[in-house]
């Protein structure tokens, strides 16, 4: 488990080095492999405003800009083919140090002055992208404020700290930060943020008026679906996008990292349906039968048998319970309307249906640990929640909350323990 300082303090206040807390946590069972520092500092490079593009009187595929820096303008060469007046773009001013150790200096390219460069996502090794420059208002979804000179390490935030923790199989909680958290607040005495405490009460209640039955009720103690409307698929703003990579994991779209967010934030996983792939629309969990076949969202198409737990429509399997969902009904660009799945299965069942498939995934991970079904509902609330925030607009709709008296069997550790502080 990827561990982010800043992370962390999102839900606890606490007085200690990443060094101190990395001790803390192994002192307390979770060892901690590593320290890693993810992000990178851009001495030099401020943000810029192209005034003007014009064409290079000596060279086809380069233009002269005029760019205000901040402190006054400057004439840059720049072989771009996206540059245009207007774009707010990172500006490496002369003296800068790129992080691939390149240092800008004044120069004439091709006759022309040039009195810095206009940066390219490759070049500053913010992504694999050397096809144009960073359009900044486009790359940080109006997340940041664009006073020009402004200096590009404050508008990215600092490089990020991340503990690298092993996870015993019998703590399951520790495979989220809320319950890394708690071990922190224990050992060093810090305490609940005001936003932390409020997400710890926060729980979801909905209507009761989804088609949603349990058939295979020891396989499935709990199953909470909750349709929403009104949606817009879209990339997720910088700070989501962020979260994600912290973690390890690449961003998809706000709702597939909105669901993977409460996954290594509360240890619960969640899946997002496209509502109108779901035949019906209804949820039916139950085992597999005979010669069923899905195609999961790796694009492979697998095999089942009866020791396997699905999730199914009126017609056919749509997810592997705890383990992948299917291709038929994945959330897509067109996708407008969506079916939350905020679910408790039974461990050995899901252990074994990942095992027959040759599947493991972040979720099946964390159910074959044992994944307490009393944490859905402040999942699910943290999921609206944050979608409600990148989404402006969406509302919810049909909902059901099934519960049955089956309860995951023993020895699968304790659970995040998220209704209390």
């Excluded at 319950?179 to 224990?186: F, T, W, Y």
């Excluded at 706000?254 to 019906?280: K, M, S, Y």
């Excluded at 994945?330 to 498939?357: H, N, S, W, Y």
């Excluded at 699910?380 to 909902?399: D, H, K, M, Q």
Aim: charged letters at 30%.
């Amino acid at each position: 488990m990827k561990l982010p300082i800043s992370w962390l303090r999102e839900w606890i206040e606490f007085d200690a080095t990443p060094e101190r807390v990395a001790e803390a946590l192994t002192w307390r069972g979770f060892y901690v492999e590593g320290i890693e520092t993810h992000g990178r500092a851009f001495p030099g490079v401020v943000v810029a405003r192209v005034l003007e593009v014009a064409r290079h009187p000596n060279a086809d595929r380069l233009s002269l800009c005029r760019v205000d820096g901040g402190a006054g303008e400057l004439r840059v060469v720049c072989g771009a083919p996206n540059v245009r007046a207007g774009m707010i773009v990172p500006l490496a001013t002369v003296g800068a140090t790129l992080p691939g150790g390149t240092v800008i200096r004044a120069s004439k390219i091709r006759g022309e002055e040039s009195q810095g460069m206009l940066c390219s996502a490759r070049e500053l090794e913010l992504a694999d992208d050397h096809e144009g420059i960073v359009d900044l208002e486009r790359f940080l979804d109006g997340d940041a404020g664009f006073t020009l000179g402004r200096p590009l390490d404050e508008v990215l935030g600092p490089p990020e700290t991340v503990l690298e923790v092993e996870i015993p199989f019998n703590r399951p909680d520790g495979l989220g930060v809320v319950g890394l958290a708690r071990e922190v607040r224990a050992a060093l005495g810090g305490r609940w943020t005001a936003a932390g405490s409020r997400r710890l009460a926060a729980r979801w209640s909905g209507g009761d008026d989804f088609d949603l039955e349990i058939e295979d009720r020891e396989g499935c103690p709990r199953y909470i679906a909750q349709a929403v409307e009104g949606l817009a698929i879209a990339p997720s703003p910088l700070w989501l996008r962020r979260r994600i990579e912290a973690v390890g994991q690449r961003p998809i779209n706000n709702v597939v990292d909105a669901t993977n967010l409460v996954l290594f934030e509360l240890g619960q996983p969640l899946h997002a349906f496209d509502l109108d792939r779901i035949e019906g629309p209804a949820i039916r969990v139950r085992r597999a039968r005979a010669g069923e076949k899905i195609v999961t969202l790796d694009d492979r198409e697998r095999a089942l048998d009866p020791e396997v737990l699905v999730i199914a429509d009126r017609a056919r399997p749509v997810a592997v319970a705890g383990v992948m969902g299917g291709a038929g009904s994945e959330v897509g660009a067109g996708t407008t309307r969506l079916l939350l799945e905020c679910a408790g299965f039974d461990p050995v069942r899901i252990r074994r249906g990942a095992k027959a498939l040759g599947l493991s995934t972040e979720a099946s991970k964390r159910y074959e640990r044992g994944v307490d079904p009393g944490l859905g509902p402040a999942a699910a609330a943290r999921f609206l929640e944050v979608l409600a925030a990148i989404a402006p607009g969406i509302r919810r709709g049909a909902a059901r909350d099934r519960e049955t008296a089956t309860r995951p069997r023993a020895g699968c550790g304790s659970g995040p323990r998220v209704a209390r502080g």
